[in-house]
């Protein structure tokens, strides 16, 4: 039985509470992700979107120079290391969600994504049935905090 441990990303980047819009704005754009998990030290306190700068921050007259503290989401799912691809692919599924932090007693470990469980061919059925019943339902708002 796989474990997320064995398909996540482990090179994440970071911000902390205290970095700004732009700056995080920046690091999405010349990293190409959308996803940014916002720690204290290496303990997980919650996630920043391309989503959460726009909604949150720019469309609320928010500067950029505006805190991370003022748009970022805290107490998403996390999943564990040692759970099983399969587990997280179910509850991707069944709460819609595309991408779970790696969380080990409160420090964050890695990112496990779809796509790390398709382009990694593991569990590709449920990969794809958790994208299709994402999609299906048409996600709005954040999708990852839960």
Known sequence: ??????????????????????????????????????VEGRNLIGVVTDRDLVIRGYANDRQGTASI???????????SPD???????????????????????????GIV???DMAVREIFVNEAGEALSDISENGIQGSSYAH
């Open 83 to 109: 759970m099983s691809v399969d587990e997280a692919a179910n509850i991707m599924a069944s709460e819609q969600i595309r991408r779970l932090p790696v969380v080990q007693n409160g420090i964050l470990e």
């Open 113 to 115: 994504s779809l796509g």
């Open 1 to 38: 039985m796989r474990k997320i441990a064995d398909i996540m990303s482990s090179d994440c980047i970071t911000v902390s509470r205290k970095d700004n819009i732009q700056q995080t704005a920046r690091l999405m754009r010349d990293n190409d992700i959308g996803f940014i998990p916002v």
């Open 69 to 79: 503290e003022d748009v970022f989401t805290e107490g998403v799912r996390t999943v």
